[in-house]
T-cell receptor, first 113, second 113 residues
Framework: DVKVTQSSRYLVKRTGEKVFLECVQD?????MFWYRQDPGLGLRLIYF???????EKGDIPEGYSVSREKKERFSLILESASTNQTSMYLC????????????FGSGTQLSVL | AQTVTQSQPEMSVQEAETVTLSCTYD???????LFWYKQPPSRQMILVIR??????QNATENRFSVNFQKAAKSFSLKISDSQLGDAAMYFC??????????FGTGTRLQVTL
């Protein structure tokens, strides 16, 4: 059974902390994505990656960075967490040029106090 | 840039009845995929149905079917014989040559007895 695993289901951090959200997939997918989900706004793309050590900005990259040192792992980094980064974060991985089959993790609900 | 619009924030349907969720999109591409994803309270995103733009025939998956109107850029989801387990957030999504999935803002579906 295919799996995308996000390291934490719930996370509480303080303003100014450096936060790491980890995502691991076991399907040998080239493509990995980070979205944030907010009520009324749907899912918005933060960053994505098509290969190891490669990254591309999505629609809302400000305040975030990413790391992909190994194919199976894609990390989202909040360099200095702020309260407006309180959100649900979803990781996904996929195959193919158009990612017509995307697999999602179960999300990390991050609260920044 | 591609946009996906879901104009119904909430919908309600009685058990065993039929409901249609609306989605429109904007693109200048001719080749793309459209999706409906379901997100139950567990937060796990589940692919409900997928439509390739070059296929004229509307996709169906058991009780789920779409009405794909390419010229009108419309992609609605019909759920027949609604069940309590269909209650969830439903997201319409688009992917094209840019290979990233763009989501709508979601429709929350309630199923009543």
């Amino acid at each position: 059974d295919v799996k995308v695993t996000q390291s934490s289901r719930y996370l509480v951090k303080r303003t100014g902390e450096k936060v790491f959200l980890e995502c691991v997939q076991d399907m040998d997918h080239e493509n990995m994505f980070w979205y944030r989900q907010d009520p009324g706004l749907g899912l918005r793309l933060i960053y994505f990656s098509y290969d190891v050590k490669m990254k591309e900005k999505g629609d809302i990259p400000e305040g975030y960075s990413v790391s992909r040192e190994k194919k199976e792992r894609f990390s989202l980094i909040l360099e200095s967490a702020s309260t407006n980064q309180t959100s649900m974060y979803l990781c996904a991985s996929g195959l193919g040029v158009t990612n017509e089959k995307l697999f999602f993790g179960s999300g990390t609900q991050l609260s920044v106090l | 840039a591609q946009t996906v619009t879901q104009s119904q924030p909430e919908m309600s349907v009685q058990e065993a009845e039929t409901v249609t969720l609306s989605c429109t999109y904007d693109t200048s591409e001719s080749d793309y995929y459209l999706f409906w994803y379901k997100q139950p309270p567990s937060r796990q995103m589940i692919l409900v149905i997928r439509q390739e733009a070059y296929k004229q025939q509307n996709a169906t998956e058991n009780r789920f079917s779409v009405n794909f109107q390419k010229a009108a850029k419309s992609f609605s989801l019909k759920i027949s014989d609604s069940q309590l387990g269909d209650a969830a957030m439903y997201f319409c999504a688009y992917t094209g040559t840019a290979s990233k999935l763009t989501f709508g803002t979601g429709t929350r579906l309630q199923v009543t007895l």
